[in-house]
């Protein structure tokens, strides 16, 4: 049987409306990093048929979910999952690896590849939903490091999920956040301001913080037009 998340069925339609909120140019590359069940990226892709959505995860387990999802429900502007760990931002995808635009054998790119090939950002943005509280802190600091990274100047990177704030944790995520580092010490909902801290060492700047649900915040941030101090 095919995961399912009831949360991501929750939270789609909030998730496109956001997107959309970016203003990602037509013919736009988008990557999300740990796609999970596919939920989102299928959501997002129907509804955005302008962008070309590249999914990714870092289990192969969840890899499988995401192929057999696509098989289900084929999408011309999603390309083939990838395996990518968010914390190594040197396994992310690059032009043409994922590209259906592109020959199977990449000896020809398509235009929007071909230009992003020779720049150092090639992504107008990166997507990464419910995933920096179940993983290790290598993985959110490498998720700001790949956006500043591969984006190009003026991409967006959008974070959706459960965060702490000030060293202060919500009342009613106490218990989470206990259950949370019960299962793996190493997780636990991370601080706005720390990730803001290494967002902008990425040349990436907080364009938005809003909470469009209870407990979760929608975090926006932009790639800078030019390095930090420049």
């Given at each position: 049987m095919m995961l399912h998340s009831q949360v991501a069925d929750q939270n789609k339609d909030l998730l496109l409306a956001a997107v959309r909120q970016l203003s990602l140019?037509?013919?736009?590359?988008?990557?999300?990093?740990?796609?999970?069940?596919?939920?989102?990226?299928?959501?997002?892709?129907?509804?955005?048929?302008?962008?070309?959505?590249?999914?990714?995860?870092?289990?192969?387990?969840?890899?499988?979910?995401?192929?057999?999802?696509?098989?289900?429900?084929?999408?011309?502007?999603?390309?083939?999952?990838?395996?990518?760990?968010?914390?190594?931002?040197?396994?992310?995808?690059?032009?043409?690896?994922?590209?259906?635009?592109?020959?199977?054998?990449?000896?020809?790119?398509?235009?929007?590849?071909?230009?992003?090939?020779?720049?150092?950002?090639?992504?107008?943005?990166?997507?990464?939903?419910?995933?920096?509280?179940?993983?290790?802190?290598?993985?959110?600091?490498?998720?700001?490091?790949?956006?500043?990274?591969w984006l190009r100047p003026g991409g967006a990177l959008l974070l959706y999920g459960p965060f702490q704030r000030e060293g202060r944790i919500p009342a009613n995520l106490e218990t989470f956040q206990q259950r949370l580092q019960q299962e793996n010490p190493s997780w636990g909902l991370r601080d706005v301001s720390e990730l803001c801290e290494h967002a902008e060492s990425c040349g990436l700047r907080l364009e938005s913080d809003t909470q469009p649900a209870p407990n979760q915040s929608l975090l926006v941030w932009r790639r800078r037009t030019a390095d930090p101090g420049s």
């Open positions: 140019p037509s013919g736009g590359h988008v990557l999300e990093i740990a796609s999970g069940t596919g939920q989102h990226v299928t959501h997002l892709a129907a509804g955005l048929p302008e962008l070309t959505f590249h999914p990714s995860d870092v289990n192969t387990h969840m890899l499988a979910t995401l192929r057999k999802r696509l098989a289900d429900e084929p999408l011309n502007n999603v390309c083939p999952p990838r395996v990518a760990d968010a914390a190594e931002p040197d396994t992310w995808p690059v032009p043409g690896d994922t590209c259906r635009t592109c020959s199977p054998d990449r000896t020809a790119r398509c235009e929007a590849c071909r230009t992003r090939a020779h720049v150092p950002g090639w992504l107008d943005a990166v997507l990464c939903i419910n995933m920096t509280h179940v993983a290790p802190p290598e993985s959110w600091r490498g998720l700001l490091t790949g956006a500043g990274r």
